[in-house]
Each structure stands twice: as C-alpha cells, then as structure tokens.
C-alpha cells in the first residue's frame, strides 16, 4: 500500500496550480480578449460600409495613429481604430487619385515632351487607368475660341445664307483656283446651315481606327445625340456591336466614289443602294476643296435625288476651312492638310456640349502592344505627306488630359446602363 503524501507535498502542489491559473489567466487577458476585439471592430466596420458605402473615409491624421498603433503591438486600448486593410485600400485610393492626376497634368501639358511613339502609347496606357471628366472651364473657353475663328453653325456648310449669287469662292486646298456661283449652283444650296439652331448635349465622332475591333463601344455610341462618321464607313453585321449603328452625319471622300463607283459615271445605283445604311444621315462632300471634285460631289447630289435617296447632300464651305487650317496652326498642328476627322470634331466641338471620339488611333499597335490594322475593316494605309495623323492625335490627346474632349481608346463597358459612371 502506497504511502499518503506528506502536508508539504499537498501544500506545493495547490501552490503551482494557483500559479498556472494565474499565468492562464494573464494569457487570456493579453491574447483572445484582442483577437476577439479585433473581430467585433472588423464586424463592426463591416456594417457601417454596407449601410454608408465609400462615403467613410479616414482622415490622415487619423490614418498615421491608427499605423503608429498596430506597429506597437495591435489595437488595444484604441477604440477609434479601422481596420488595417481597409485603411490601407483607401490609402492606396488616394495615391491612385493623386497618381491621376498628375498624368493629366503630363498629358495637358505640350505634347512635345513625349518624343517616341512608345512614349505616347506608355501614356496612354495610364490615361487609361484613370477616370476622365469634362472640365467645364476649360471646354467652354476652347468653343468659344473656336467659334470666334469659325463659326461653324453658321459657315461650315455652304448655304444660300452665306453663299449669294455672285460669289467668288476660293477653293481652300488650291487658293489659285476660284469659282464664281451661279444662279444653277446657287439653287442646289440649303437655305440656311441644318445646324444654325442646334446645339447637342452629347456627340460622338468616329473615326476608322482599327482600334475600334472588339471594343464593345457601339451601344455607348448609339446612345450619343448626334453620330458624326468619316469617308463612307461599312456598317452593320459584326461591326455593329463596336462602331454601332447610328449616324447622323457622314463625310465622303470624293476619291472614294471614284475608286468605289466610277465617278458616278455607270455605278450609281450602288452608290445609292449602299448608302441607305446611314438611314437619313447629311452626306457631307468637299465640293470646293480641289476643282476636280467639284462635277464629282454634283454628280453625287443628282445621283441621290434622282433615286429618291433619304439622305441630304451638303458641302463643306471653304472659307470655314481655311479659317479652321488658320485655327489649327495656331495651336501648333503644321500639315498640308487637315484630316477629316480634324474637320469633323472642330465642327462637333462648336455644336456640342460634350464630344466624345472613337477611333482615332494613328499608330500601328494598341496600349498592351498587339498590332492593329490601320482601319477597322482593312489595313489599307493612306497616301504619305498628305496629313499629319499623329500631330493631329497628340493634340486630341492634351484636349482629353485638359477634360476638354473625351478620347476614347481603351474598351467600351458593355453595359450601356453603366454610361453614368463613366
């Protein structure tokens, strides 16, 4: 039989036991009752962001204590604290807020610094990351400027308004050329510019970049006021969901009815057939550019007419495109000649509230580095010398980065109920 422990014995062991409890006790004190206060505050901050949403924000000061506190050992005793993780996603908001900001600053400064294609694109690339708003400052001062040059509601088309019998118009791309309008030329005039008493809230201008496959941007363009397009685009099929369908304004290079049509000369009924897809849309024709388009655009009005065709011819005036070239240099884009597209979003930036642009993209491979054809429908690259497509670029580039123009070259949201957000 084993002998009884000794009172001694007894005595030592109650002793080390009441030490445990108190060590154990010491240890929850110190571990699970922060581990447990961390979980209330994460549950807590949890709540509070789906009743309040992005709206709680943490000052900096705030935001210093708060890392101060968890680098010396956690949160105890900070009952204001948030939760590290949150903390740090809304901090790196900021530096995204701030980051974005200074790259439209880089952009809406001179283009000149970026020397390199690939500068540009690296640009861009960013821009991209970055949420654009128009600045109404800015955009209104840029129309006004530009309407004092040029006026466009009233004199970039040619009408019996401002064009009377007798006039001598000088042809803007041969100013050695002349041609005095008669009273047959004269009838074949509007009365009056379809924009003298319009004024847009939204334009969308397209141009034919390849940049524009696979870009979704179609439903956002659709549910633009007015569509301006350039030179006679195909439409429909499987370039409606990137370019959409709607048009309502059309420019036609008079070398294209030539290539496409014979000058008009035995082709006219596809040319009418083929245009039925810009619905009622103005077909808008340099009459008075070069003399040899002159017969050309002529022969494109009769042609619609005798079909019956929806759309109305009108021609650009010369006198607004030489001021419009006068403009332009003034703001630094030296060319032979304006591009279309130039033209056509000086006129939607006169008659618009806000202009938003779709494909303009002179280079030959987009922001993630993959080669794109020169035009959405074909890789056909146009004649050298003749305009100056990147000048032209980098100048809608620094409009975009002073929220003056938004340029779009990234893809579209598919959803066209996300249009406010954007």
């Given amino acids: 039989m084993a002998s009884m422990p000794s009172i001694c ?51 900096d000061s705030e935001g210093k204590r708060i890392n101060n506190s968890e680098k010396s050992g956690g949160d105890r005793n900070c009952e204001k604290c948030v939760y590290s993780q949150e903390l740090n996603s809304w901090s790196l ?30 640009n861009v690339a960013h821009l991209q990351q970055c949420q654009w ?77 390849g940049i524009l496959v696979n870009s979704s941007c179609g439903a956002e363009i659709d549910q633009a006021d007015f569509v301006f397009r350039c030179n006679l685009p195909p439409m429909g099929g499987n370039f409606a969901q990137d370019i959409g369908t709607k048009t309502n304004l059309v420019t036609a290079n008079p070398s294209i009815i030539t290539k496409r049509y014979a ?34 655009c002529f022969r494109a009005l009769y042609t619609l007419q005798d079909f019956q065709a ?57 922001v993630e580095g993959q080669v794109t054809s020169h035009h959405y429908f074909d890789d056909l690259l146009p004649k050298p010398d003749v305009h100056s497509m990147p000048l032209e670029f980098y100048q809608l580039l620094q409009m975009h980065g002073k929220g003056i123009i938004k340029l779009q070259t990234a893809h579209c949201q598919a959803d066209s109920e996300k249009m406010g957000n954007i």
Wanted: proline share 4%.
């Fill in 9 to 59: 014995t007894l005595k030592l062991i109650m002793l080390c036991g009441g030490i445990c409890i108190f060590l154990c006790g010491i240890l929850i004190v110190n571990f699970e009752d922060p581990l447990n206060y961390r979980y209330m505050v994460q549950q807590s901050k949890l709540k509070l962001n789906y009743v309040f949403g992005s709206s709680l924000q943490v000052n």
């Fill in 93 to 122: 908001q900021q530096r995204n807020s701030t980051e974005c900001l200074r790259i439209y600053r880089e952009t809406a400064s001179s283009p000149t610094q970026w020397q390199t294609e690939e500068d540009v694109i690296k």
């Fill in 133 to 209: 708003h128009k600045q109404e400052q800015a955009a209104e001062k840029f129309r006004s400027e530009l309407k004092g040059c040029c006026h466009a509601a009233y004199n970039c088309l040619v009408t019996q308004k401002n064009t009377p019998v007798g006039t001598e118009l000088t042809y803007d791309a041969e100013p050695k050329q002349k041609i005095k309008i008669t009273h047959p030329i004269f009838s074949i005039f509007p009365k009056e510019s379809s924009f003298s008493s319009q004024q847009y809230k939204r334009c969308a201008v397209i141009g034919n970049g």
């Fill in 263 to 296: 000058e008009l000369h035995d082709r006219r009924k596809p040319f009418f057939t083929n245009l039925t897809v810009y619905n009622e849309a103005l077909l808008l024709l340099p009459a008075f550019s070069y003399t040899k388009n002159t017969v050309l």
């Fill in 310 to 366: 929806k759309q109305k011819v009108v021609f650009f005036n010369p006198v607004y495109l030489q001021h419009l070239t006068e403009f332009w240099l003034s703001k630094g884009i030296q060319v032979k000649r304006l591009s279309t597209g130039i033209m056509v979003v000086s006129v939607a930036l006169e008659l618009c509230e806000e202009v938003w642009i779709y494909g303009f993209w002179p280079f030959g491979k987009n």
